[in-house]
């Protein structure tokens, strides 16, 4: 017998979506990083203004303080720039005077999406302009039989999912972010998201791009071809570049179609071993449908829980318990074409991994509401984690085998150092959480302060990127560099390609305006 009891008809606790803004009690992160100084760029002028409001119009130049706060201010509330302009331009060629005018004033820019960014690189250090793509949010086309489709670089990921929904497609990527961040500033942080597992990288997806170059030049591959072997593959470039080569302005991508059955169970298991074997064990035996599958520690439960003010699925029937004891939990999703065929693969799976004792406890989604609220408790960990005064992230690839050693190495070293402790407010931390895409062979490290501070930053790196270095890891595995990692590349990457990283920047940006202070 399945031995799973049943979500109720829990309201989906909302905050996950459009993301929050504080009024600004940011420290600027020239006065947190002093040893990070200005390069030798132009400064804006009145002539400057002046020139930006006659190629796109008054309203979409904002020099006001106030207003400019949401663009000089990143999403972790540790990096605050000091820009006094942004623009929002509304075409791909008005976005190239722009960038021709500041190649040829040598003036800095920060190209930015919905700023949802999680590594600082979205935002200004100094007075980098802020170039928002914010106005350019138009579906330029959908083919209904190839599912391809061509947008511009500003449209918010949740609208693009919402128009493909609507014709029976699915945006092949997914994530807590939807509805602020562009699917520009996917592509140019190659996100990774909730379903890599069953749709891959962007890598593969985006069949071309529209990009303004650094010199203001329009390269354009908007491509709607799935196979095109004439020579280099200069889109994968733009892919992944943080804005330090052009700026997109176009996305062309392959959509596949919307499965019509999804399922979600949501599990607890006793150890990280049972993570491991029901990841496997999952893979063979639900894998066709199998799209994806999350894990998540205790620790970021009691966050989240915090932070949603919701009974958690697994203690439904227990009001007294807060979030059950389980170590660890997993979030597996199905989706197929076919529901009862889906259903039953998920119930024999389920029925034989709670049967030999992988799994202690479990619940499966009934509905779409459920489903979401389910979600909710694995997407809104993002948010949880920054709701006590900041956070410090780690984004991790490293083997299975040791991707939980790292949390564990993180609260044992910050205890020895006397910094952690949930109920005591005069310690820095609160606590380090585990999730993420462990599907992809991806942890998420959330170290939860009370507010930003260097002993613990010192206390975290560059030790956190020693370890994963010696544990043949990645110190970044989705989020991208940005500010947050640029002098750490080396720990992930050889002498040899990041010298060829420094020759294609300075190929296409030699006077390096493009974004500076981050990724290189
Ligand atoms: P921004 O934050 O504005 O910019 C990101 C970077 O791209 C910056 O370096 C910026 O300069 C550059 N950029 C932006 N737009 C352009 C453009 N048009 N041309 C050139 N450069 C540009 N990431 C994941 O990988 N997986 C996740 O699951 C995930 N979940 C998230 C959940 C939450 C709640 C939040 C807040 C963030 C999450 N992120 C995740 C991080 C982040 O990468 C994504 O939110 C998103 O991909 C960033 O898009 P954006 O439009 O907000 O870009
Ligand atoms: C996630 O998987 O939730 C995202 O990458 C965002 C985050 O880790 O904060
Ligand atoms: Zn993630």
Request: proline share 4%; net charge negative.
């Amino acid at each position: 017998m399945l031995m799973l009891q049943r979500v109720s008809k829990a309201r989906v606790a909302g905050p996950v979506g459009a993301l929050l803004r504080w009024s600004s009690t940011v420290r600027l992160t020239a006065e947190s990083y002093p040893q990070v100084k200005r390069l030798d760029f132009g400064q804006i002028t009145p002539q400057t203004v002046d020139f930006f409001k006659s190629v796109v119009g008054e309203s979409a130049v904002v020099t006001d303080q106030d207003d400019l706060l949401f663009y000089n201010e990143d999403q972790m509330r540790k990096y605050r720039g000091q820009s006094s302009l942004c623009v929002k331009p509304k075409t791909t060629q008005q976005v190239s005077e722009i960038v021709k005018y500041c190649h040829e004033h040598k003036l800095a820019l920060v190209p930015q999406g919905g700023n949802t960014g999680l590594v600082g690189g979205s935002v200004p250090v100094f007075d980098e302009i802020v170039l928002s793509l914010s106005g350019m949010n138009k579906i330029r086309s959908f083919d209904h039989t190839s599912g391809i489709l061509k947008a511009d670089a500003g449209l918010i990921l949740e609208n693009a999912d919402n128009f493909l929904a609507e014709n029976g497609y699915i945006f092949p990527l997914d994530l807590g972010a939807k509805g602020s961040c562009h699917i520009g500033g996917n592509v140019a942080a190659n996100a990774g998201g909730l379903r890599l597992l069953r749709y891959g990288s962007l890598h593969g997806s985006v069949l071309g791009l529209e990009v303004v170059l650094p010199d203001g030049t329009i390269y354009d591959s908007m491509n709607a071809l799935r196979k095109d072997n004439t020579g280099y593959d200069l889109k994968q470039l733009f892919i992944g570049s943080e804005g330090t080569l052009g700026v997109i302005t176009g996305v062309s991508i392959l959509c596949p179609a919307r499965p019509k059955a999804v399922n979600i169970a949501f599990l607890g298991l006793e150890s990280y071993e049972a993570v491991q074997n029901t990841f496997k064990r999952a893979r063979s035996e639900l894998c066709e449908v199998l799209s994806a599958f999350e894990f998540m520690d205790r620790q970021s439960q009691w966050q989240a829980k915090r932070f949603l003010k919701t009974s958690h699925p697994l203690a439904q029937d227990d009001p007294d318990v807060d979030v059950p004891e389980y170590p660890f939990y997993v979030l597996i999703e199905t989706s197929g074409s076919c529901k009862e065929h889906d259903d039953a693969k998920l119930e024999t799976f389920l029925e034989s991994i709670m049967e030999d004792g992988t799994v202690a406890d479990g619940v499966v989604s009934q509905d779409e509401s459920q489903l979401k609220t389910l979600w909710t408790w694995r997407e809104g960990i993002s948010e949880a984690s920054n709701m006590d005064g900041g956070v410090y992230k780690y984004d991790v690839s490293l083997p299975l085998p040791v991707m939980y050693d790292l949390i564990e190495v993180l609260r044992a070293r910050l205890d020895e150092h006397g910094l952690r402790s949930i109920s005591d407010a005069s310690k820095p931390v609160v606590d380090v959480v585990g999730y993420g895409h462990i599907g992809d062979g991806n942890v998420h490290v959330n170290v939860i302060v009370r507010e930003y501070n260097k002993t613990v930053e010192k206390c975290l790196e560059p030790y956190v990127y020693q370890w994963i270095s010696d544990h043949h890891g990645s110190i970044s595995a989705e989020h991208g560099l940005g500010f947050q990692k640029k002098n750490y590349i080396g720990y992930s990457k050889s002498e040899v390609e990041i010298a060829l990283m420094k020759d294609i920047k300075s190929k296409f940006d030699p006077q390096g305006i493009m974004n500076p202070y981050k990724y290189l």
